[in-house]
């Protein structure tokens, strides 16, 4: 099979003769019976949308289980995973858009993901925004209804006067 990626032509064999029973792609461990689409969508910070988009960029048979991909194919993936705007994915899709400190739109995965919105978080309480003051608090920051809903500790309700 021969594909073109921006007018570079590249022939991919995309299924290797042995099945692979874990295949680690962007330094997960991913399962070798699941597809294609819900193995990538395994990795944190990956989601469905996004492993649809790059089964498509790279014309892989979405029923395809993952443990019968080459090392080749293996290597676009994760190609595709570490360069997503250049393979056409639109900036939208991607989990950190306009980083506040770079501008620049990137695909996080893994513990990058985790520590990076952890620092953004404090960033909030730092500066004591209303956010900021919602998550030192533990309250619900999204404007949610907080009367009945979220609460912990001691259970409170309606309790029956004595006879």
């Known amino acids: 099979m021969i594909l073109l990626f921006h007018k570079i032509a590249v022939k991919v064999t995309s299924m290797s003769q042995e099945f692979k029973h874990i295949v680690r792609i962007a330094g997960v461990d991913i399962n070798g019976g699941l597809n294609i689409e819900e ?56 989990n950190r858009q306009k980083d506040y400190r770079t501008g620049e739109y990137k695909l996080l995965l893994g513990s990058d993901l985790v520590l990076t919105v952890r620092e953004d978080v404090e960033k909030l309480k730092r500066i004591k925004c209303w956010r900021g003051i919602r998550h030192a608090l533990g309250l619900k920051v999204r404007g949610q209804c907080t009367r009945t809903t979220g609460r912990v500790g001691l259970t409170v309700g309606v309790k029956k006067k004595p006879k």
């Open 39 to 94: 193995g990538l969508a395994r990795i944190r910070g990956l989601g469905h949308t996004l492993a649809r988009a790059i089964v498509n960029i790279l014309d892989l048979d979405r029923a395809m289980r993952i443990g019968y991909l080459s090392d080749a194919m293996v290597k676009r993936i994760e190609d595709v995973i570490a360069n997503p705007l250049k393979y056409g994915i639109p900036p939208w899709a991607l």
